[in-house]
């Protein structure tokens, strides 16, 4: 089992930034691909940012340009550097591990609690 907990969300104003750390604990692999979802009120989980065990790097359209996953395998750790936040990036943020990556939610096996992220106009 691998254990995954989601920290640094908060509320800040439109055009700001935050950083989002997961913690991974447990039977961990530097193999596995790391990645980010969000999910607002009412709407589908949507990828954001995957980074694999290689330092490739996927992103989502809609966040592409504003947002950079990196990771420490020392730490255990992925963060997600978000930049120029705008309304519509208000959701909360998973943090997900997988073998193999994808870009669809119910193909990745490990999942955070969620931390919200506000971003006000």
């Known amino acids: 089992q691998v254990q995954l907990v989601e920290s640094g969300g908060g509320l800040v104003q439109a055009g700001g930034s935050l950083r989002l750390s997961c913690k991974a604990s447990g039977r961990t692999s530097r193999r596995y691909v790391m990645g980010w979802f969000r999910q607002a009120p009412g709407k589908e989980r949507e990828f954001v940012a995957a980074i694999s065990w290689s330092s490739i790097t996927y992103y989502g359209d809609s966040v592409k340009g504003r947002f950079t996953i990196s990771r420490d395998n020392n730490k255990n750790t992925v963060y997600l550097q978000m930049n120029a936040l705008k309304p519509e990036d208000t959701a909360v943020y998973y943090c997900?591990?997988?073998?193999?990556?994808?870009?669809?939610?119910?193909?990745?096996?490990?999942w955070g609690q969620g931390t919200q992220v506000t971003v006000s106009s």
């Open positions: 997900a591990a997988v073998e193999n990556y994808s870009r669809t939610s119910s193909q990745w096996n490990y």
